[in-house]
């Protein structure tokens, strides 16, 4: 690794909530640098979630980014000519990146709809603890069981 590493850089909130949470999101969502086109993504998804829901959209929100955020995932290391597959404990910020990720994954995915809605209703469904996204996050959870053997190569 050459220089030093690159600075974090402190994401301030978003304009209407405040949250760093929503800004971060928005920034994942948007594309080619249009950050208005993704600011009108998520605030529409967030006023559909309120229709819906009748809760504080931030609340569902929060909570979705909690269910599919996960724990535990595989990185594949080469050992003695052998590449294997080694649980981790997942950091806090990766947590939040892969949650996201899976999330806007799991809405991009689904046809028909505008975005705003497809990702609303992927929300609501990862609050609950259904939809793509959570799926998603027990099938990295049982690959990480599945090679539990291999954890003492972690080090």
């Known amino acids: 690794m050459r220089g030093k590493p690159a600075i974090k850089r402190k994401i301030l909130g978003d304009v209407r909530y405040n949250d760093t949470d929503i800004a971060k999101f928005t920034n994942y969502i948007m594309r080619g640098g249009k950050k208005a086109v993704a600011q009108k993504i998520i605030y529409h998804c967030l006023d559909v979630i309120k229709e819906v829901t009748k809760q504080d959209p931030r609340h569902v929100f929060n909570k979705a980014l909690k269910q599919v955020a996960p724990l535990l995932e595989v990185r594949g290391r080469r050992i003695g000519g052998a590449n294997y597959q080694i649980p981790h404990q997942v950091k806090g910020e990766r947590r939040l990146t892969l949650a996201c990720r899976w999330i806007i994954g799991a809405a991009r995915a689904k046809k028909g709809k505008p975005m705003a809605e497809k990702l609303a209703a992927e929300i609501m469904d990862a609050a609950k603890g259904e939809g793509v996204a959570i799926k998603?996050?027990?099938?990295?959870?049982?690959?990480?069981?599945?090679?539990k053997a291999f954890a003492h190569f972690a080090r």
Request: aromatic share 0%; glycine share 0%; proline share 0%.
């Open 136 to 147: 998603k996050r027990m099938d990295v959870h049982k690959m990480a069981e599945s090679n």
